[in-house]
């Protein structure tokens, strides 16, 4: 944290002091747009172009939005002001873009669009004014880029946290039902964002058979102002002999509340299945889990949303680690 802080001093400093030098080079900058989605969407959004800060060493002029000030990245990136504009030259970053070096004659405000992390979303979808999605190749695995979020995405202050037992397999569900948020035909379009209740179910049968008899922990996690009843729906799916118990929020669950109580809940389980959801889908690129279920793509059958490829990884160290819990 402090190194995020004296940098962002430095770089002040040189702002102010080196704009009135001649010949002194002047500093490049990246930024980011958004979807007008919600945090998962956002975050994202900033993700993405931290990505390309922290690959080429170009300092991110940080946007805020809701919820980002209770993060560490509040504090820690410098921010941006359309007041800067004026004094920079503001590129678009388009597919393929290279990040030119720093210029003795004008800054670079390198703009990196918002798209989908999700595959089936950019290839099925239309970006910005009906056309195709910009899209770039984000190493998630780096290691240095793991420990630099590690650091900016470290909440500053937050609620209760959903802390599973000690001695289950503890499977965390996102299921994005909407609430009273997502309204009208949207999920006829996003197919993969809300997967019908076979996908969930048959996911979680396929995850009870990596562990055969060991006691499971399910929680829900969802924007469904019934939250008990898609657990029961769900459960009714599973045989009345596995030994697992559902868990949920029973009270005060809204699309608008817990937001960050339970995104930061979701690294703490060991198994995740999710849809394609910003939300539940920046955990498992930034952290690593036993097993993850979530859909690759979707179509429809008889004007019918069905999920038809699925992902399913296992991570075999991790998976080896809990068949000994």
């Not at 080196?18 to 959004?45: C, H, M, P, V, W």
């Not at 503890?170 to 309204?183: F, K, V, W």
Request: with cysteine; net charge negative.
């Amino acid at each position: 944290m402090r190194r995020y802080l004296q940098k962002a001093i430095l770089i002040c400093l040189f702002i102010g002091l080196g704009t009135s030098l001649q010949g002194q080079e002047k500093q490049n900058y990246i930024t980011y747009t958004f979807s007008g989605g919600r945090f998962g969407d956002n975050l994202i959004a900033y993700l993405h172009a931290k990505w390309f800060s922290y690959e080429s060493d170009v300092p991110l002029l940080y946007k805020p939005f809701p919820y980002s000030s209770q993060l560490a990245l509040h504090d820690c990136e410098l921010l941006f002001s359309s007041a800067d504009l004026q004094y920079v030259q503001q590129i678009n970053m388009l597919r393929g873009v290279e990040l030119a070096g720093n210029s003795p004659y004008i800054s670079k405000l390198y703009v990196c669009p918002y798209f989908p992390e999700c595959q089936w979303e950019r290839e099925n979808t239309f970006g910005p004014y009906g056309g195709a999605w910009s899209y770039f190749d984000i190493n998630w695995k780096d290691p240095g880029f793991r420990a630099v979020l590690k650091e900016v995405l470290a909440p500053k202050q937050i609620g209760s946290l959903v802390t599973p037992p000690k001695d289950t397999i503890n499977i965390a569900i996102h299921l994005r039902n909407g609430g009273t948020y997502d309204q009208g035909d949207f999920a006829l379009h996003f197919l993969t964002k809300f997967p019908s209740l076979d996908f969930y179910a048959e996911g979680l049968l396929q995850i009870i058979a990596l562990f055969p008899n060991k006691p499971l922990y399910c929680y829900l996690f969802t924007d469904a102002v019934n939250p008990g009843e898609w657990a029961e729906k769900i459960r009714s799916r599973i045989p009345p002999e596995v030994p697992i118990c559902f868990d949920f929020r029973a009270h005060n669950n809204t699309h608008d509340q817990n937001i960050l109580e339970d995104f930061f809940s979701l690294f703490l389980f060991d198994v995740l299945i999710h849809p394609q959801s910003n939300f539940s889908l920046i955990p498992p690129l930034i952290h690593d889990y036993a097993v993850v279920y979530a859909p690759l793509s979707g179509c429809r059958v008889g004007g019918v949303p069905q999920v038809d490829r699925i992902k399913f990884e296992v991570n075999p160290t991790l998976y080896e680690e809990l068949l000994q819990r």
